[in-house]
């Protein structure tokens, strides 16, 4: 069984930083396509970043340049390094993993981020 484990959330201000982790188990996060969506209040939710196994890394257009996916196999864990955060960036972060080659996906349960202006 898969399970996804965020932490790190919190409140920030505008201009900081903080790091997102997912802690995955039941399954290798190096065989798996790995990411980040958020959802923030009255908007629909939206991709951050992909990461997928030989694959370009992909990210928003609203995080580029400031957001990194990044991940530790021997830890199994996936990591959003968000930097220089805006208001904007306010939202509930969740995890997804999709395993190959059968295509399941999981979501962890969701990190809440505010950025303070």
């Known amino acids: 069984q898969v399970k996804l484990v965020e932490s790190g959330g919190g409140l920030v201000q505008a201009g900081g930083s903080l790091r997102l982790s997912c802690a995955a188990s039941?399954?290798?996060?190096?065989?798996?396509?790995v990411g980040w969506d958020r959802q923030g209040p009255g908007v629909p939710r939206e991709m951050v970043a992909r990461a997928t196994p030989g694959g370009p890394i992909e990210y928003g257009d609203s995080v580029k340049g400031r957001f990194t996916i990044s991940k530790d196999s021997a830890r199994n864990t996936v990591y959003l390094q968000m930097d220089s955060l805006k208001p904007e960036d306010t939202a509930v972060y969740y995890c997804?993993?999709?395993?190959?080659?059968?295509?399941?996906?999981?979501w962890g349960q969701g990190t809440q981020v505010t950025v303070s202006s």
């Open positions: 997804t993993l999709r395993t190959h080659p059968d295509g399941s996906t999981y």
């Open positions: 039941g399954t290798d996060v190096r065989l798996a396509s």
